[in-house]
């Protein structure tokens, strides 16, 4: 089993910043993917960004120049850092992890950012 641990949530006021984290352990391999999703009320759950451990990332339009992902890979750890947030950014965000053929999700943390 794996466990992510996210934090790095909060309210922000538009153009402010915010970074997340999500610390992954348990069955953990040197080999996977990682990123976040996130889900505003009333909406579908949609991907921000994810990066592989090589490094290959994938975001999101809406984010793209405002957000980056990266990751420690020694200690199987993702982070988000969120620029010039938007008001329409406020969602719960959750840390994805797969390895190998199995998918994990966290607990999901509130991002805010008012107007």
């Known amino acids: 089993q794996v466990q992510l641990v996210e934090s790095g949530g909060g309210l922000v006021h538009a153009g402010g910043s915010l970074r997340l984290s999500c610390a992954a352990s348990g069955n953990v391999f040197a080999i996977y993917t990682m990123g976040w999703y996130r889900q505003a009320p009333g909406k579908q759950r949609e991907l921000v960004a994810t990066i592989t451990h090589t490094g290959f990332t994938n975001y999101a339009y809406s984010v793209k120049g405002r957000f980056t992902i990266s990751t420690d890979n020694a200690k199987i750890t993702v982070y988000l850092q969120m620029n010039s947030l938007k008001p329409e950014d406020t969602a719960v965000y959750s840390c994805?992890?797969?390895?190998?053929?199995?998918?994990?999700w966290g607990q999901g943390t509130q991002v805010t950012v008012s107007s």
């Open positions: 994805y992890a797969q390895f190998g053929v199995n998918n994990y």
